[in-house]
Each structure stands twice: as C-alpha cells, then as structure tokens.
C-alpha cells in the first residue's frame, strides 16, 4: 500500500506541497517504521488555505442545501465503496487494528457525511408573527470554520467536523494531528472528487503553532478542537480574543459505575469496550470502573479470563484485535502511568508490561484497589489501563464517579431501571450509557461537560454549532417616531 501522500497539504481542490516546512515523519506503531513524510504548513501554507476557504465560502453557501447535501451524500457513499483501501490506511496512520478500522473509522465518517448531507435541506429558519409585521429568521453559515484534530480517530474527526461544516455552508481549514496527518488527506480528495468545489474543504499539516496560526487568524469564524483540556484551554483563549465561535471536544476520566445485580458478562464487555477498544485511546473511555464489592472479584475473574484471548499482533491482519499505541511518546507516558500506579500502592491484576516485539505494543492493563486519590484514578492515560475501584453505597459512589474535572462520559450497569435512570440523571458529563459504553452513533450528540468540553458533535444540536440565525423585522404599517 502507498502510505506515501502525493503531497502534505489538500488547498483549493488540489495537493500542494512545500518543502520549506518542518518535515513530520509518519511512525507505524506497530513496527516502528517511517511510512511516509510530511511537512508542516509554512505560513504562505497557511495564508494559501485561509485565503481559499475564505474565497470560495459565499458561493458555497448561496447553493440550496438539496445540492450540497448531494455532494456530501455522494462522499459518503464513495467512503463506504473504499472502505477497505481507507481502513488500511487507518490502520497505518494509527495502529489500530484493521478488525476496527474497517468497522469503525470510515464507515462512522461516511454516516457524518451522510447524515448531515440529509440534514442541509431542511436548515430553515421560521416565521414569527407579531401582529400585522412579522420576524423571520435565517440560518446562515458562519463563514471560515477551522477544524484541529486529535490522532485516535483521524478520519472519524475529519468527517465529524467536516460534514455538519460543510452542510451549514461553511468552508473548513482542517489540520490534523502531527502524529496522524495521512487519513484527512483522503477525506479532501474524495470530497472533492464528489463535486465538492474547490476551496471548501482544506487541510493542512502541522503541530500546535499552524493550529495556533489557525486560530488567531481574523478570517476564520469558528474553532472546532478535538484534543487534551491543556490544549483546550489554550485554544479557547485564542478563539476569544477574536470572539470566535467554539466546539472543545477533550479530555475525560469517566466513570463506570457496576452495581452488584448487574449482568457481569455485560459489563465485563462494557469494561473491555471502555478500556482497550483502540488500546484505550478513546476520548470518552470509562476508565474508572466503580464495581461493587460483593461482586469485585467474579468481575476482575472474567476480566482476566477475558483479556487473556486478546488477539494482540500485526493490525493488519484481520484477527487481531488489540493493537499499539499510537507512537513511541505515548507508549512511555502510559508506562509512566502503570509505574505510579504501582508506586502509590494499587493491585496489578492483569499485565503492566511493554510486549517484547517491534513497534509500541503494550499489554491490557488493570488496576485493582485503586483509591481515588491515586494518580491513575484523577489524570486521563489515554492508553490501556483500567482502574477497578470499590464501592458499597449509591449515593457515596455518586459522588466519587462526579468528583472529577473531567464531564465527557459516564456509565452505569445494573437490572435496576429506576436506578439506572437515576444515575444516569445524576452523573456530571455529556454522554451517558446504561448497561452499554462508548456506542456513538451520529444521530445522538456527543460533548463533554465540565473541563471536558463546550457545545456538541453529531445530531441536531451540532447545527447550532456550525450556523447562526438573522432576525429580520418587517414592518407593514408606518414607522412610529417621538418626533
Ligand atoms: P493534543 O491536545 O495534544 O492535540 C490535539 C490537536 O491540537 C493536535 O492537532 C495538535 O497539533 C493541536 N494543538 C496543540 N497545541 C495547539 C495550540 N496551542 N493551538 C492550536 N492547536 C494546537 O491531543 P492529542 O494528544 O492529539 O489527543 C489526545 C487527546 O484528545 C486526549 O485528551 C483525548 O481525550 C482527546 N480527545 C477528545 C475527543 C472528544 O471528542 N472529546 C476525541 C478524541 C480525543
């Protein structure tokens, strides 16, 4: 397979290379290998691709909705038609297993594109009668949206931004993360080779200093971030001083709570999903698992049973089912985090070790006896390690799962359906789940609350993050005026 992009950037219909920049090498987590080469965006780069979303935006917006929603409809179905091509991409990009990538990257990218093409025809804004004059509203596009991605899900988050963007009538500036810059590549070409006009779909290379460019740029309008809540902070105050609009989708510890009459195969399945799904480098991960202690030790039993038939080795092969983290960096941060939790005193029950072979492969990690004040039970790991807690009482776990900075998820497993409803009713975060984790379709919206984000992904409500309404007053009669 060619991992080799035909150049680093996708500006006004095209591929557009420049040398001058910092060059990024692509890594294969799973050996180690340079793949390809990149070269993070200079600033005519940078100039070259605002000036383009900026031009090409007016005429993109004054289309009706029924015709760009067909260009993105179209998309979507072409994502569907090269879904293997693009999961094998994925899978280098991040070292996901090809197992997931083929199920899950571009074919959730491809239901974006899809559903918010739907969508763009029915954006209207509505009458308001006042007597014999009237309001009306009018749905307009924001203008220049910028899109700065994470690198668990490139391709997902280029489309998660792109399509609801996009189908307001904006133009977007994308950069990708430095670790993960070939998927969103693809993404662009393929729009454009749906009939997406030239302009309104861009991405370019970079680390945080062409995000940074991006956002304090006058031309842009609209800030979309997937990343950490440090990055968060910093982009947020950015997008302020220009009094831009934001969506931050970050970091999160979420909870998950197991009460004793649960079914523990279900939630065992749930942890797994919740844990090591993409080796744990899932925003939204239950990562604080809360089992009640009459049922702790059948639940860390099956876990182990379980974990021990991880398919874990090359991810392109389509058996296996637990890959590498992303990169080298990321592997000794969560190798980091496995020796604290050590240090400060939980249990190891299952792995701990990096694997003995080529590329940044860990093992499926848990922790038992984790207190909350443990480092491993407060700080996001984002790799695979599981901290089991104990808890006795609901209203006393309540308050443990809350007691964070953190809002993006939380879950809850029990048989008890007033219960469940009332957990979920009193958890602090976003996206909650009963008797099921981390399903993210895109009719459901997907957000943070707390530190772990503003404004939400998906659905209806991504709308109001991608648009803004005009009140227009019409007079019929005489205008009235003191003197
Ligand atoms: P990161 O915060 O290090 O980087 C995210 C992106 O921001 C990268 O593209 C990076 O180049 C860019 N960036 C860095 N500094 C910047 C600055 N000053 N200005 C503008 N852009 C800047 O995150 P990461 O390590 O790539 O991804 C992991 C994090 O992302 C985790 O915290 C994870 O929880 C979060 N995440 C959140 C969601 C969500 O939907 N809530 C989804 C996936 C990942």
Known sequence: ????????????????????????????????????????????????????????????????????????????DMIRDRNHELSVLETYDTGKPYQETIAVDATSGADALEYFGGM??????????????????????????VGIGAWNYPTQIACWKGAPALACGNSLVFKPSETTPLCALKVAEILVEAGLPKGIYNVIQGLGDVGAALVTDDRVDKVSLTGSVPTGRKVYAAAAAGIKHVTMELGGKSPMIVFEDADIENAVSGAILGNFYSSGQVCSNGTRVFVHKDIKEAFLKRLSERLATAVIGDPQDPDTNFGPVVSERQMDIVLGYIEKGQAE?????????????????????????????????????????????????????????????????????????TRAHRVAAGFEAGTCFINSYNDAPVEAPFGGSKNSGVGRENSKAAIEHYSQLKSVYVRMGDVEAPF
């Not at 035909?6 to 591929?15: R, T, V, W």
């Open 120 to 145: 763009a025809a029915t954006l209207t804004g509505e009458h308001i009668q006042l007597g014999d004059d009237w309001v009306y509203t009018r749905r307009e596009a924001l203008g220049v949206c």
């Open 345 to 417: 005193g939980a249990r190891l029950v299952y792995g701990g070790k990096r694997l003995d072979r080529d590329g940044f492969y860990l093992e499926p990690t848990v922790f038992a006896d984790v207190k909350d004040d443990m480092t491993i039970a407060r700080e996001e790991i984002f790799g695979p390690v599981m901290a089991v807690l104990d808890f006795e009482d609901e209203a006393d776990v309540m308050k443990r799962a809350n007691d964070t900075e953190f809002g993006l998820a939380a879950g809850v497993f029990t048989n008890d359906l």
């Open 1 to 76: 397979m060619q991992t080799q992009p035909k150049a680093s950037h996708f500006i006004n219909g095209e591929y557009v290379e420049d040398t001058a920049g910092t060059p990024i090498e692509v890594i294969y987590a799973a050996t180690g290998e340079k793949i390809a080469q990149v070269y993070s965006a200079t600033p005519a780069i940078v100039e070259q691709a605002l000036d383009a979303a900026r031009a090409a935006w007016p005429a993109w917006a004054a289309m009706s909705g029924t015709e760009r929603g067909r260009i993105l409809r179209r998309a979507a």
